[in-house]
């Protein structure tokens, strides 16, 4: 931080270009732009926003990298491939997907389509939001019936490169689809409560990516 306050004092005063919310010009100079810096890296980590399906995906992730690493280093320079690493990295993949979606639900970030909620009054964009909550509910809730019943038919499959039963993947992807349904119940009440959903509202939830 003190290289950056001594780039800002020795540099001359550049204007850097930039534009108002009213699209009047606005100019900054080096020594405003370093200052920036500064507060930026002054500003404290908040981790109150990650819930605990986060920190699950992140490390499923970790893990997946490491046994790609594996798979790399054993394949490529070893010239022995150690066949298990990449099944299991695939089925980390799929951890991750399944396990992160349920962050998408509750931050509400999955792909949506919002145009027909700017040309309707407020009313009649409520109901059509709220029928998409319950709709959304009900569909990841019949994915999971639908998901435990094929672990009832399939659930004592072998892996292929190891000796494991593969319904622990499969129970990842029902845990998956139950922490998304309880996500969407959550954001479905949420929505009610304060009488808007990100369909409606999306500037209302911008700050949330900060």
């Known amino acids: 931080m003190e290289m950056r306050s001594r780039l800002a004092d ?24 370093a ?5 930026a890296d ?7 926003g990650y819930a605990a399906e986060d920190w699950f995906t992140l490390g499923l992730f970790w893990l997946m990298t490491v046994l790609v690493f594996l798979q790399f280093f054993t394949r490529y320079v070893m010239n022995d491939s150690l066949a298990w690493t990449e099944e299991l990295a695939t089925y ?3 951890g991750v997907v399944f396990i992160g979606a349920a962050m998408c639900v509750r931050k509400s970030r999955h792909i949506q389509v919002d145009l027909i909620y700017r040309y309707l009054p407020h009313a009649p964009a409520r109901v059509l939001s709220t029928l998409v909550d ?8 019949y994915a999971g019936w639908l998901v435990w019943h094929y672990i009832l038919v399939v ?14 993947i499969y ?16 954001v479905t009440w949420q929505n009610w409560t304060q009488g808007f ?14």
């Open 92 to 94: 980390c993949l799929i």
């Open 42 to 48: 002054n500003k404290p980590v908040d981790l109150k």
């Open 197 to 210: 959903s990100i369909l409606e509202r999306p500037e209302a939830f911008e700050a949330s990516d900060d």
């Open 155 to 168: 659930g004592d499959e072998p892996m292929t490169t190891i000796e494991w039963n593969k319904s622990w």
């Open 10 to 33: 020795d540099l001359p005063a550049q204007a850097v270009g930039g534009e108002t919310p009213g699209g009047v010009p606005q100019l900054a100079t080096v020594a405003e732009l």
């Open 134 to 141: 319950i709709g959304r509910t009900a569909f990841l809730g």
């Open 35 to 39: 200052h920036s810096f500064e507060e």
């Open 171 to 186: 129970y990842l992807v029902l845990a998956g689809f139950a922490l998304m349904c309880l996500r969407s119940c959550q």
